[in-house]
């Protein structure tokens, strides 16, 4: 995907970007309580509940079929709404090049996640393939979304407000994840002050998500201008132009190199967050309050942790300092393992340890790959990357779903995922990110 040429904007213009970008960050805000309400929180032990109460007497659900334990339901429907993600997004991003007509198709992908989201309403009793149907429907959308949302960044702000503008975004979306789960963890916890079953205050808390979303998405909807594409060569159709994009990258061998490290220990982390809360509820027997109190804390630290983290890359460089972290991951992991049932401090310290590293991680990932892009190929790059990205991070889930499914285990599942975290730190420090960053014909930082 190509982008405008680089050009000082007039006074007008520049209030005009200024004004997209306030609406940009809407968006952020609109969609991470998605993220963080329903796919981190609740979504998973519920759904594990309710395909539980489905299964026959060896604990065995059937979809179309087949023989799911119902315990690993959650993580195989994680797995098949990236897969459809992934089928979707090369084409959804073609014809918004195509096109430049990025608005429609932001707004058709984040109303049919936000009214996924809000009909998790009427996931109750054993409606448990309802429930995977809506996961997938949401997830999907939420992903393709994306994509666009990001698109829209080289449009909106010149190169050197990017960083800035980029993180007030993320910085939005952990802020209102927080509020969110705050009000969500005084119903849950209240439920029975508020005259509600506890199921029905989780299928509040989840519908509720999809209607911030909805609601707030309607500001970047309003603020958001369609750019025509002026002097572009026309999109190939979908996964066409995943593949020149590829092909061009082959190129720049250590690049990809990079990628390929990246993607497979962010697959790590995403499964973490993503899987988290089921190994608290199931395999820890803590309740639903405890585990909407660890996500707020991951929230407010991952903020801390990104700082933190940028701070120390200034003395190490990016890459030790992703190196560190990624060690800090299997360290983690490896004392969830040990983690004793029913004791919420100790999850409360795990909590602190991702919270941590997360925010840093992703970070300086993507601020190190921004390196390693030849000039003139950002968006397209970043595609690429968006869609490399949600196309690994079905393979963690998988890996923890049949690990459940073999062992019956959500501690082998839970150290099952060490695995990315050690092959993704053996290819990263493979990668001489210096000798990288030249062959993409980039000034070298003196300090990377």
């Given at each position: 995907?190509?982008?405008?040429?680089?050009?000082?904007?007039?006074?007008?213009?520049?209030?005009?970007?200024?004004?997209?970008?306030?609406?940009?960050?809407?968006?952020?805000?609109?969609?991470?309580?998605?993220?963080?309400?329903?796919?981190?929180?609740?979504?998973?032990?519920?759904?594990?509940?309710?395909?539980?109460?489905?299964?026959?007497?060896?604990?065995?659900?059937?979809?179309?079929?087949?023989?799911?334990?119902?315990?690993?339901?959650?993580?195989?429907?994680?797995?098949?709404?990236?897969?459809?993600?992934?089928?979707?997004?090369?084409?959804?991003?073609?014809?918004?090049?195509?096109?430049?007509?990025?608005?429609?198709?932001?707004?058709?992908?984040?109303?049919?996640?936000?009214?996924?989201?809000?009909?998790?309403?009427?996931?109750?009793?054993?409606?448990?393939?309802?429930?995977?149907?809506?996961?997938?429907?949401?997830?999907?959308?939420?992903?393709?979304?994306?994509?666009?949302?990001?698109?829209?960044?080289?449009?909106?702000?010149?190169?050197?407000?990017?960083?800035?503008?980029?993180?007030?975004?993320?910085?939005?979306?952990?802020?209102?994840?927080?509020?969110?789960?705050?009000?969500?963890?005084?119903?849950?916890?209240?439920?029975e002050r508020f005259g509600l079953s506890e199921s029905a205050a989780v299928r509040i808390c989840l519908a509720s998500?999809?209607?911030?979303?909805?609601?707030?998405?309607?500001?970047?909807?309003?603020?958001?201008?369609?750019?025509?594409?002026?002097?572009?060569?026309?999109?190939?159709?979908?996964?066409?132009?995943?593949?020149?994009?590829?092909?061009?990258?082959?190129?720049?061998?250590?690049?990809?190199?990079?990628?390929?490290?990246y993607l497979v220990y962010n697959d790590g982390i995403q499964t973490v967050i993503s899987q988290a809360s089921v190994?608290?509820?199931?395999?820890?027997?803590?309740?639903?309050?405890?585990?909407?109190?660890?996500?707020?804390?991951?929230?407010?630290?991952?903020?801390?942790?990104?700082?933190?983290?940028?701070?120390?890359?200034?003395?190490?460089?990016?890459?030790?300092?992703?190196?560190?972290?990624?060690?800090?991951?299997?360290?983690?992991?490896?004392?969830?393992?040990?983690?004793?049932?029913?004791?919420?401090?100790?999850?409360?310290?795990?909590?602190?340890?991702?919270?941590?590293?997360?925010?840093?991680?992703?970070?300086?990932?993507?601020?190190?790959?921004?390196?390693?892009?030849?000039?003139?190929?950002?968006?397209?790059?970043?595609?690429?990357?968006?869609?490399?990205?949600?196309?690994?991070?079905?393979?963690?889930?998988?890996?923890?779903?049949?690990?459940?499914?073999?062992?019956?285990?959500?501690?082998?599942?839970?150290?099952?995922?060490?695995?990315?975290?050690?092959?993704?730190?053996?290819?990263?420090?493979?990668?001489?990110?210096?000798?990288?960053?030249?062959?993409?014909?980039?000034?070298?930082?003196?300090?990377?």
């Amino acid at each position: 995907m190509g982008h405008d040429t680089v050009r000082t904007p007039p006074a007008d213009e520049a209030a005009q970007l200024r004004r997209e970008q306030r609406g940009w960050y809407v968006y952020d805000w609109a969609c991470s309580v998605y993220s963080t309400s329903v796919l981190t929180v609740f979504l998973g032990p519920y759904l594990t509940s309710v395909a539980k109460s489905a299964a026959d007497a060896d604990g065995y659900v059937h979809p179309l079929g087949l023989p799911v334990r119902a315990g690993s339901f959650f993580a195989y429907s994680v797995s098949l709404s990236v897969i459809v993600a992934v089928l979707v997004m090369p084409l959804v991003g073609a014809a918004a090049d195509r096109t430049g007509r990025k608005k429609p198709l932001l707004a058709a992908a984040a109303y049919t996640g936000a009214t996924a989201t809000a009909a998790m309403f009427f996931l109750d009793g054993d409606r448990y393939l309802l429930g995977g149907a809506l996961l997938v429907v949401a997830n999907a959308a939420q992903s393709v979304a994306m994509m666009l949302y990001n698109s829209y960044l080289p449009q909106i702000a010149p190169p050197e407000q990017r960083d800035a503008v980029s993180s007030r975004g993320w910085a939005f979306g952990y802020a209102a994840g927080a509020l969110v789960l705050v009000a969500d963890l005084v119903l849950y916890t209240g439920h029975e002050r508020f005259g509600l079953s506890e199921s029905a205050a989780v299928r509040i808390c989840l519908a509720s998500a999809g209607l911030w979303w909805g609601a707030f998405a309607l500001v970047p909807l309003r603020r958001l201008r369609d750019r025509r594409a002026v002097g572009r060569e026309a999109a190939l159709p979908g996964f066409r132009q995943l593949a020149a994009t590829v092909r061009d990258m082959r190129r720049h061998p250590l690049t990809l190199a990079f990628l390929l490290a990246y993607l497979v220990y962010n697959d790590g982390i995403q499964t973490v967050i993503s899987q988290a809360s089921v190994y608290g509820s199931e395999e820890l027997g803590l309740g639903q309050s405890t585990l909407i109190g660890a996500v707020l804390l991951v929230q407010v630290l991952a903020v801390a942790g990104a700082l933190a983290m940028g701070r120390l890359a200034r003395v190490y460089g990016a890459k030790r300092t992703i190196l560190g972290s990624l060690v800090a991951w299997t360290v983690t992991l490896a004392a969830g393992y040990f983690l004793p049932a029913g004791a919420p401090v100790w999850f409360f310290v795990l909590a602190a340890g991702i919270g941590l590293v997360l925010g840093g991680s992703q970070a300086l990932s993507r601020s190190l790959f921004s390196h390693l892009v030849p000039a003139g190929k950002e968006a397209e790059y970043f595609s690429a990357y968006e869609v490399s990205d949600r196309g690994m991070s079905w393979l963690g889930p998988l890996l923890f779903g049949v690990t459940h499914q073999l062992t019956g285990s959500y501690r082998d599942a839970i150290i099952s995922l060490v695995a990315f975290f050690v092959l993704g730190f053996g290819l990263l420090a493979r990668v001489p990110v210096r000798r990288a960053i030249g062959e993409a014909g980039n000034p070298v930082p003196d300090r990377i």
